[in-house]
């Protein structure tokens, strides 16, 4: 997509946001005993009734032109001997303190992952997408939205990033491809979906907040509930 058309499609965030498409979200396929008995199966799972997620998270989620003119964007894959090794996720972690939340965290995190540079790239702040209860992390996650002027420098950190991948934003329209797979994490059998790309498959939290830019960008009116 023409960067300018991104880029006036975002000048004014919709209120509330749009959820972005529904088959992003992770479904429950099987329940445990110690799972609360009011949550069926085969039910989408954010927001299920357990304890809400309380550590602050923060992810830049960076449009940025490439030479032709195209809206792309940054995400990282995480090296193999790291835990959750092989995900691919926007640039982000942990608040520290100090940190002025959630803008603060996400720009210092990608400083320390990319070696981004707000001035080099000319980066505006737009807002941010709807938090996330990433309950199997234990995380509240922020995805701060940003633009930038022109194609930012990058550098990876190689204790933290294996390769830096800089998709369309058109690959996440509501229009775009999904895939889905089913897993078993702590006796809980889940059902989800996520975007293909480079053999890659990007699902979760980061998936979910892909979803919900491409809505706002294409201009979907689907409400969140």
């Known amino acids: 997509m023409d960067h300018g058309d991104v880029l006036r499609r975002l000048s004014i965030l919709p209120d509330p946001l749009p959820h972005g498409t529904r088959a992003i979200d992770p479904i429950l396929m099987g329940r445990p005993a110690d799972l609360a008995a009011d949550q069926p199966a085969d039910q989408p799972i954010w927001g299920r009734s357990a304890p809400m997620s309380t550590r602050r998270t923060a992810a830049l989620v960076l449009l940025f032109p490439d030479a032709a ?52 790239a000319g980066i505006r702040v737009l807002g941010h997408l709807d938090v996330v209860d990433v309950r199997v992390s234990g995380f509240l996650l922020t995805p701060v939205l ?21 998709p369309r934003v058109a690959r996440f329209l509501p229009d775009a491809l999904v895939t ?18 480079g053999g890659r498959h990007i699902w979760g939290a980061t998936a979910r907040a892909l979803a919900q830019l491409g809505a706002i960008i294409s201009g979907d009116e689907q409400p969140r509930s």
């Open 69 to 120: 003119g195209e809206t792309r964007l940054v995400l990282t894959e995480r090296p193999a001997g790291l835990r959750h090794g092989g995900q691919v996720s926007f640039p982000g972690g942990e608040e520290d303190p100090g940190d002025e939340f959630p803008v603060g965290t996400a720009l210092r995190e990608a400083w320390e992952e990319v070696a981004l540079d707000p001035d080099q």
């Open 180 to 197: 889905s797979a089913e897993m078993e994490r702590d006796g809980v059998r889940i059902r989800y979906a996520g975007y293909p790309y």
């Open 146 to 166: 940003a633009v930038a002027d022109r194609l930012p420098s990058l550098v990876a950190a190689s204790s933290e990033v294996a390769t830096i991948l800089l």
